[in-house]
């Protein structure tokens, strides 16, 4: 393998692991709150139509984020109301919601099948793109790249750093003695629901104004799920979160590499290779400490009702 | 288009229909696999039903069910269609196979067709496009037109039938260019339009600057066209997606079958055969050959392709070897039909395995 085929290899990794960090933050987010949404499927793909259409309506690329981000808190609201105002199971209505969404993606978007949109040209760093290998790899992505590692820097700072990162953590421990202290832990939670949504739409932008620009039904295929695994994996911590995306964009990158070098695996085996990669990594680095199992949020996935006592 | 699917849906569950009068149209039902906006397979499936629709006018009424797993709810689905008074239904991908058959014994009146499959019964027939024939003049194309020399291949699944596209598209581009080279890529999958880019995108990195593709998605045209790179369309049209790119589209018309298959059976002198549909038949086109090619390689195209569809040409034409070195079509012999849906080896000069 010369060097320019490794840079090449290493930079659509990133591409590949961008939109499973969007998605992976925001719900790293709204399960440290406790609520686990397993909607993500749904929202991605409502996020990816809407963004899709709103970008072909008025040309412009930027408006197809932002009607991705409206979708997917809309989306998320609908879940958030339901989970939350009428204490419904977190579960079932996070699977009603990613059935629902890419039901509700296919009726939409049937009249935008096949169009075409010119989406995010890459931005190069000036300086920085022209440093050897890494300029490459680092610093000549489209925006919405730079975006997804920006975002993790903040909400690793957030959440580890201020007192808004302690707010969204008692909330998720403990929420009745988060309640006794005065922080409306139903408000917390409507408000990460929302950044998951919202975080889940702009992953499923990526996927139809950068990835490929285009819509066509269920294009995401199934990587919600996988985001909403990693979260799990990484043991809900940012760094890990982010080692983990592209980890996974690596190995799906490298299981295609391989067999265009001529290696002759069973294309069943390379398929389970970003999976597997992606598992043993995260349990190698979360398993050596027993407290680890602990960094579950304590309240993840039960209703909080304020009239009750835990 | 689901709104459409639910309310089939829930016919199907009220149970109209019902044995029909004389007068009534003749009930045609489809079954396909993906969704009907999947712009590829399960798309000229229903263009097709469109066709037939418009074809025969107040005579015939059609229903789909679109987007059905391959396994128990296909046996079920196409169970409602037969008890619903369909006539004739189509069921549409290769998973259906089995499922299509038990159905077909349980109702002997009713007559099934089922695409890309090799089991029949005294009413239950299956046709197949010869796509590769289409591969044929794609292999061509990408022969003349690679600069490197290597040309790209995303599969799906290492069947027969994408095996047979692999060895024809390979010896298309070896009869116009000794030195090409083929690379093959898996993406375990018809349909993923990420995984697409992604095998498209890792083989123009290994240096390919002509892609082809047997899995239904535009993304790889999309991807060639951001590189400067070039590649064919799968089953539709899709020549939108990479204006610049995009060389010809080999286009699935099952219009043709679809009209022919239920005239028959209207007129009582249907016999459920195996069917292979081609270029000769007007069920595979090249559509929106693009304005940017050379003449000689538009010229070789359309040579190519009137050499198939007239018959005077056939791909699989012996010799030929396999790339262990044995004879795998013997001279002077063409493959049968039935030898054609075997196929599982990569022709000489193929470097990769076959995955097992």
């Not at chain 1, 085929?5 to 659509?12: D, R």
């Not at chain 1, 919601?97 to 075409?116: K, M």
């Not at chain 2, 020549?239 to 060389?247: D, E, V």
């Not at chain 2, 559509?287 to 050379?294: M, T």
Request: hydrophobic content about 45%; charged content about 20%.
């Amino acid at each position: 393998m010369d060097i320019d085929l490794i840079t090449q290899v290493l930079f659509a990794a990133i591409k590949t692991g961008t939109p499973l960090l969007f998605i992976a933050l925001g719900e790293a987010i709204c399960e440290k709150t406790g609520v686990l949404n397993l909607g993500q499927e749904g929202m991605m793909l409502m996020g990816a139509v809407v963004g899709f259409m709103a970008a072909y309506a008025t040309g412009n690329a930027g408006m197809g984020i932002l009607g991705a981000l409206l979708i997917g808190m809309v989306m998320s609201l609908i879940f958030g109301f339901l989970v939350l105002h009428l204490g419904a199971n977190q579960v079932a209505t996070g699977l009603a919601l990613s059935i629902f969404g890419g039901g509700l993606s296919a009726f939409v978007g049937s009249s935008v099948v096949g169009q075409t949109i010119t989406g995010f040209q890459p931005i190069e760093i000036p300086v920085l793109s022209d440093l050897p290998v890494i300029g490459k790899v680092l610093f000549s992505h489209d925006p919405l790249v730079y975006l997804a590692i920006v975002m993790a820097i903040i909400i690793s700072f957030v959440t580890n750093k201020t007192r808004l990162g302690l707010t969204i953590k008692a909330v998720g421990e403990n929420p009745h003695a988060a309640n006794a202290i005065g922080i409306k832990v139903l408000k917390v939670r409507y408000l990460a629901v929302m950044f998951g949504g919202a975080m889940a739409g702009l992953g499923g932008a990526y996927m139809s104004l950068v990835y490929t620009p285009m819509w066509v039904e269920n294009m995401t295929a199934g990587r919600g799920w996988i985001a909403l695994a990693l979260v799990v994996f990484a043991s809900w911590r940012i760094g890990n979160i982010v080692l983990g995306a592209y980890l996974f964009g690596l190995a799906s990158i490298m299981h295609l590499v391989l067999q265009g070098m001529g290696w002759s695996i069973s294309p069943n085996l390379l398929a389970m290779l970003p999976y597997v990669a992606t598992i043993v990594v995260m349990v190698i680095i979360s398993a050596d400490k027993y407290k680890e199992k602990l960094l579950a949020p304590r309240s993840l996935g039960k209703p909080f009702d304020p009239r009750q006592m835990a | 288009m689901k709104l459409k699917s639910l309310l089939v849906g829930l016919g199907l569950l009220a149970g109209i229909g019902g044995a029909h009068a004389a007068d009534d149209p003749f009930k045609v039902g489809f079954v396909y696999v993906g969704p009907v906006g999947d712009l590829g397979w399960s798309y000229e499936h229903d263009r097709g039903r469109q066709e037939l629709e418009k074809f025969f006018g107040d005579k015939v009424e059609t229903t789909f069910v679109e987007n059905v797993p391959e396994g128990a709810d296909a046996e079920r689905v196409i169970t409602q269609l037969a008890k619903s008074g369909n006539d004739l239904i189509f069921s549409t991908s290769f998973g259906f196979m089995n499922p299509t058959l038990k159905v077909a014994k349980r109702f002997p009146n009713v007559t099934f067709e089922h695409a890309t499959g090799y089991k029949r019964s005294k009413n239950m027939g299956t046709y197949v496009l010869r796509t590769y024939e289409g591969r044929y003049v794609s292999g061509v194309a990408a022969g003349l037109l690679t600069k490197t020399n290597t040309i790209g291949y995303i599969g799906s699944f290492p069947i027969p039938e994408v095996i047979r596209d692999i060895n024809s598209a390979y010896m298309a581009a070896k009869s116009v260019n000794p030195d090409v080279k083929i690379k093959i890529v898996w993406v375990n999958s018809w349909y993923d339009p990420g995984k697409e880019t992604d095998a498209a995108n890792a083989l123009m990195d290994q240096g390919v600057d002509v892609l082809l593709q047997h899995t239904d998605s535009p993304a790889p045209l999309i991807a060639a066209e951001k590189r400067g790179a070039r590649a064919i369309g799968q089953a539709s049209d899709q020549s939108s997606f990479a204006p610049k790119a995009h060389i010809f589209s080999v286009r699935d018309d099952w219009a043709p079958y679809y009209i022919k298959v239920t005239q028959e059976v209207m007129d009582g002198t249907y016999e459920p055969k195996d069917f292979w549909g081609g270029f000769h038949e007007d069920m595979l086109s090249l559509a929106s050959i693009n304005e940017n090619l050379p003449t000689d390689v538009r010229a070789k195209i359309d040579e190519t392709y009137e050499k198939i569809k007239s018959g005077e040409f056939k791909p699989f034409t012996g010799p030929i070897k396999d790339n262990k070195g044995n004879i795998v079509v013997a001279e002077g012999h063409s493959l049968s039909d039935e030898e054609l849906a075997k196929v599982n080896w990569y022709v000489e000069g193929i470097t990769d395995e076959i995955p097992r």
